[in-house]
């Protein structure tokens, strides 16, 4: 880790994934900064020239807030294209939560790549951390601007790699009614108007799930206490339901 002056590092390389920055977060980071409270290191991709900010704007932005010139920083090899390739997959598990419209402007910033956008659905997936069947409706979307979709694509299919020409792929066809329907894998949670009823013998499964997620909290996870009281609160106002 190493400890970076705010002024060396470079925030207009187009790297900021995020529809709009929160501040509210930056209020909270500045709040443990002034408390003396160390945050996570920034990333940044370090080219022999310029340091580009892949991952931490709200930290920084904290930072200066209170009059830091200098924040810690996990820097890598690689320049403003490594930086924005990271950038579209942070966030996905850790740090604030991303948007539905975080993720959108995720895919659509490697559709409109002329490398990238060439890539499988599955791959764009994996390095937006989303599903593949959200990239794949972006990507209908995406067709309709020729500017946007390049005309042949990679595809990967039974361990083999080729190209496809797409310029046809869509044509005169009608979308089916559940492809204009968000992701869900993808979306927030939205609170359902009634208790929705889950399938008999469900519990055992559901709870699996959920003692699997708590165990992925890392021990130097700063929010890890919070998360761990959070769950203990929720049972003990469960206990009669």
């Known amino acids: 880790m190493s400890r970076i002056e705010i002024s060396q590092i470079r925030r207009d390389g187009d790297t900021q994934i995020r529809a709009k920055m929160n501040e509210a977060a930056i209020d909270d980071f500045a709040e443990a900064l ?3 409270d160390a945050l996570p290191p920034v990333t940044l991709f370090f080219d022999r020239s ?3 900010l892949a991952d931490g704007f709200h930290r920084v932005a904290a ?3 209170v009059g830091l010139d200098s924040v810690d920083a996990d820097v890598r090899e690689g320049g403003q294209r490594e930086a924005l390739l990271y950038a579209v997959g942070a966030n996905a598990d850790h740090g604030l939560r ?3 419209e ?3 402007r995720a895919v659509r910033k490697l559709l409109g790549d002329p490398e990238w956008g060439r890539w499988p659905a599955s791959k764009m997936a994996r390095v937006c951390r989303v599903s593949d069947r959200f990239v794949q409706r972006l990507k209908r979307e995406s067709s309709t601007n020729s500017s946007e979709m390049p ?3 990679v595809v990967e299919r039974n361990g083999k790699t080729y190209e496809m020409n797409t310029a046809n792929i869509g044509k005169g066809r009608k979308p ?4 204009t329907m968000e992701d869900d894998s993808a979306a927030e949670p939205t609170p359902p108007s009634k208790p929705r009823r889950l399938k008999a013998a469900m519990g055992k499964t559901i709870a699996r799930q959920a003692i699997s997620n708590m165990k992925q909290i890392k021990r130097s996870d700063t929010e890890r206490a919070e998360g761990f009281q959070m769950m203990r609160e929720f049972m003990e106002s ?3 339901w």
């Open 63 to 65: 930072a200066e807030m």
């Open 102 to 104: 975080d993720k959108r």
């Open 34 to 36: 002034k408390a003396g």
């Open 238 to 240: 469960r206990r009669d």
């Open 98 to 100: 991303r948007t539905n």
């Open 50 to 52: 310029d340091y580009w």
């Open 176 to 179: 089916h009614r559940e492809e």
């Open 151 to 153: 005309t042949t694509v």
